[in-house]
């Protein structure tokens, strides 16, 4: 079917009160993979394009990767720019084709950010399209941790990494986070139809242990009416029982992903762990048999692990199942090389 908007989807999430998940199109190995766990699950889907899958794929490649897969899906799907950070690059992607933009702002100054989320909104809404922008920071793991520690700490117990994680990162987090107060003018002056506020996740985790801030997201939901948007999911820890089970403790004013979209998040983005699961799974077949010389049977896992991923988290977020139909039943596979 033709692209949707991600405002279509998003009302519907928020209204009925699920989450729409929003994968990063990175390569054609993971867009499938994503396409062919909404059809298998029945759920919308947002596929988005940040700046460094654009500079890797090219615009061109990258939208059409999303317009084909789209176009042959039986579930409905967006074409969504992630963190856009300039007017001109919204202005590509819409002229592009994308369904749904984003201005990422965060590192100007709240006017500044005001201005272009403003003007972006503008434009797109003449031509019948939403934006998201962002409210606060969210930061990246990077900002904290530097690559040698960051492998050091993975391999810590999870309570443990999250103990040193509140203690190096927890302050800056917490003061990078989106101001309640400022949520409702920042909407009505931009005329934005989504909200990407910082709540407490950091973008780019290895695993998923990290809690979100509860109040913070109760106190955005008060703010404004518009659907909000978590990104940085990967490192978010998914369950209550997950916690438990990694003897991560939550305080009281935290919570994890599935209690986030119970409060009000409506569109979840995930991309660090469908890259690390697909790359697991592509590893782990190449162990298996070192002597393969078919790409194909080697990616081939690794699109079905990160396939695997991307069902779990549709079921998290109680996007599955919101698409009638069967679907097309036709998952990639690779009979011999050719
Ligand atoms: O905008 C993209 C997301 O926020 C993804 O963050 O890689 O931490 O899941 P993540
Ligand atoms: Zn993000």
Redesign the pocket.
């Known amino acids: 079917m033709p692209l949707v908007t991600s405002k279509e989807l998003l009302q519907q999430a928020q209204a009925e009160r699920y989450a729409v998940g929003?994968f990063?199109a990175n390569n054609m190995e993971c867009v499938k993979a994503v396409i062919e766990a909404a059809e298998e699950e029945r759920a919308p889907v947002i596929l988005?394009v940040?700046q460094g899958a654009i500079r890797y794929a090219g615009l061109g490649m990258a939208t059409t990767m999303v317009q084909t897969v789209a176009q042959e899906a039986s579930v409905p799907v967006v074409l969504h720019l992630?963190?856009g950070t300039s007017f001109l690059q919204n202005v590509q992607c819409l002229h592009a084709g994308f369904t749904s933009l984003m201005y990422d702002g965060a590192a100007e100054p709240l006017e500044k950010n005001i201005e272009i989320s403003a003007k972006i909104a503008e434009i797109a809404h003449a031509v019948g399209l939403p934006v998201e922008a962002e409210l606060g920071k969210?930061p990246k793991i990077e900002d904290y941790v530097d690559g040698e520690r960051a492998n050091e700490l993975r391999h810590r117990p999870p309570a443990e990494q999250v103990e040193i994680l509140r203690e190096t990162a927890g302050p800056q987090v917490e003061a990078l986070m989106a101001d309640a107060s400022q949520a409702a003018t920042f909407v009505e002056k931009t005329g934005i139809d989504s909200l990407a506020a910082a709540v407490g996740?950091?973008?780019?985790?290895w695993a998923d242990i990290w809690p979100l801030r509860r109040d913070r997201i109760e106190a955005l939901v008060k703010a404004t009416s518009l659907p909000l948007v978590c990104?940085?999911?990967?490192?978010v820890v998914r369950t209550r029982a997950d916690a438990k089970a990694k003897g991560i403790e939550l305080r009281p004013d935290e919570c994890t992903l599935e209690e986030a979209v119970q409060i009000g998040i409506c569109k979840v983005?995930?991309?660090?762990?469908v890259?690390m699961a697909f790359l697991r799974g592509a590893r782990e077949a190449w162990d298996e048999r070192p002597a393969e010389k078919d790409l194909r049977k080697v990616l081939l896992p690794g699109l079905q692990a990160a396939k695997e991923l991307v069902r779990g988290y549709m079921r998290l977020f109680g996007s599955s199942g919101r698409i009638a139909g069967a679907g097309r039943g036709e998952t990639s596979e690779v009979k011999h090389a050719e």
């Open positions: 929003a990063n988005q940040s992630d963190h969210i996740s950091i973008h780019g985790m990104h940085g999911s990967s490192g983005n995930v991309a660090t762990a890259s």
